[in-house]
């Protein structure tokens, strides 16, 4: 086990060996020590990292980044599954697919909706004019602009 190389990607064990506010520092194989940003220490919200880790606690860990001054970034959330999110999401999807139409269904009834709309406002037009086009130039240049749109 002491032959681990700590590449990006790997999966290794080390131990907790001290806490702070912003994430735990982990000492690895080979003496290497990498930090668990607070962020990457479980997959929900995580107020104080005391709440999850403790020092001497023997962690399995990811190898996010080596940078050039060999600062190791580590996460343990991305070896977790991420149960709790999964279900909720699938559950309001289904939930929507019961309740929403085809969109043949959604093109018809927007069909309709709007023929009967036009019909409306020639209805209303046709009114104001006086029924049958009105008065001078001015009702034939609506119409004309009616049937363009």
């Known amino acids: 086990m002491i ?5 990006v990607g790997s999966v290794v064990e080390g131990v907790v060996t001290g806490i702070t506010n ?3 520092f982990v ?3 080979g003496g290497k020590v990498g930090l668990i940003h607070i962020s990457e ?3 929900v919200y995580v107020r104080d990292v005391k ?3 403790k020092e001497q606690d023997k962690v399995k860990v990811k ?6 001054r060999g600062k190791i970034g580590l996460s343990i959330k991305q070896l977790q599954p991420p149960a709790p999110r999964k279900p909720h999401t699938n559950d309001f999807r289904r939930s929507n697919r019961v309740n929403s139409l ?3 269904d959604k093109l018809s009834k927007f069909l309709k909706d709007s023929d009967e709309r036009q019909s409306d406002l ?7 004019r006086g029924g049958n086009g009105g008065r001078g130039g001015a009702g034939g240049g609506a119409g004309a602009g009616g049937v363009a749109h």
């Open 63 to 68: 190898v996010l980044s080596v940078d050039d």
């Open 27 to 29: 000492e690895l194989p």
């Open 3 to 7: 032959s681990m190389s700590i590449e």
């Open 41 to 43: 220490v479980a997959d």
């Open 102 to 104: 085809t969109f043949e």
């Open 51 to 53: 709440d999850f880790l």
């Open 122 to 128: 020639k209805r209303s037009t046709d009114s104001k």
């Open 22 to 24: 912003f994430g735990a």
